[in-house]
């Protein structure tokens, strides 16, 4: 029991550490330039202008597997001290 839960504390480090980037580099790309006639600002997500419903997938299903790794990380690191 105690090698699988190496494992995924492995895991879910693994996945935090995924989502916390893919959110600093959204699919699509950023804008690299301010465009004040278009409303956008440099390091905007393209992929919000262009598709917001598939941003919005992209948003929440980021959020929750960041979410779920870190409450996975934490029961994992609570469990082993007892």
């Known amino acids: 029991m105690r090698d699988l839960s190496k ?3 492995l ?3 693994l996945v935090a550490t995924v989502t ?3 959110g600093f580099n959204p699919p699509g790309g950023v804008w690299q330039d301010t465009d004040d006639a278009a ?3 440099a390091g905007d997500s393209i992929i919000r202008t262009t598709s917001y419903r598939r941003y919005l997938v992209f948003y929440y299903c980021n959020a929750t ?3 779920s790794s ?3 990380i934490v ?3 609570f469990l082993a001290l007892l």
Do not use: Q, S
Request: proline letters at 0%; glycine letters at 4%; charged letters at 5%.
């Open 39 to 41: 409303g956008r600002l």
């Open 7 to 9: 494992y995924i504390l």
């Open 11 to 13: 895991l879910a480090t």
């Open 20 to 22: 916390y980037a893919a």
């Open 70 to 72: 870190l409450v996975v």
């Open 65 to 67: 597997a960041f979410a």
């Open 75 to 77: 029961l994992v690191l």
